[in-house]
């Protein structure tokens, strides 16, 4: 599943239609193609792991799921088509993803503090969060999209490994500095990943995740599907504290 860096990436490589009117809009989607045919797109923001593509009236929320993608001015031959706009200047083509139409302004829909990689990031809001959920274990908690907006399976491995806490750790057990330490990690961190995306270099800085051996103790790494959610943990029982 894309993570936010990754969605800010498609976001960046998208900008290039803003402020141009849809020629044609086609695909599987189920919602109104012609809606869409001679609207203007006024913008194009990210909230974590949905791709906004706004409109006068209303906004198309992409959310790429676990394997969806995008291609901008070409097209994939074995994978159907959800959602095509062309433009005058080229076209985004968007498959196996799941595309909404929200209605009106695009800020009644989302908390933009939510999200840990926008400007309005408020990290005292997940602070106040982690006192709502004292058992969950902490591998749920840094995946829940109204706390960590845009955090994902790689980016929750590789700060917990960063900050020496372990998955299964009681995010109410957790001491408050600690806590406070792992929320500003959790941004840092997703701005290296955009960085080293970037890059193409983003698998040779990973510490932990899909990793065997701990770069600290030398130990080999425990993989376990972990939490109410049973996302794949990698994570040293040595190193990183069981709170």
Request: proline share 2%; aromatic share 12%.
């Amino acid at each position: 599943m894309p993570e936010g860096p990754s969605i800010i990436i498609a976001k960046e490589e998208a900008d290039i239609f803003e402020g141009h009117n849809v020629l044609t809009a086609s695909g599987n989607a189920k919602i109104d193609m012609a809606r869409i045919e001679g609207k203007k797109l006024i913008a194009i923001k990210t909230w974590g792991k949905h791709l906004l593509l706004c409109f006068d009236g209303f906004t198309l929320r992409v959310h790429f799921l676990l394997f969806g993608t995008y291609r901008i001015n070409e097209r994939k031959k074995t994978s159907k088509l959800r959602l095509g706009l062309t433009f005058a200047n080229g076209e985004l083509n968007i498959y196996t993803a799941a595309v909404k139409v929200l209605e009106g302004d695009v800020n009644d829909h989302y908390k933009w503090s939510e999200d840990v990689m926008g400007d309005a990031w408020d990290a005292n809001a997940a602070f106040e969060k982690f006192k709502d959920m004292p058992d969950k274990m902490i591998c749920d908690t840094l995946l829940e999209q109204d706390v960590f907006s845009g955090v994902g399976n790689i980016i929750k491995n590789e700060v917990l490994y960063r900050v020496y806490v372990h998955p299964e750790s009681k995010t109410g057990s957790i001491p408050a500095e600690k806590q406070h330490e792992l929320i500003a990690e959790a941004r840092n961190y997703s701005f290296d990943f955009l960085r080293w995306k970037k890059e193409y270099v983003l698998k040779k800085h990973w510490l932990a995740h899909s990793k065997k051996t701990c770069l600290r103790c030398n130990l080999p790494l425990i993989k376990e599907y972990t939490g109410v959610k049973k996302r794949r943990s990698f994570f040293c029982t040595n190193c990183q504290v069981l709170y």
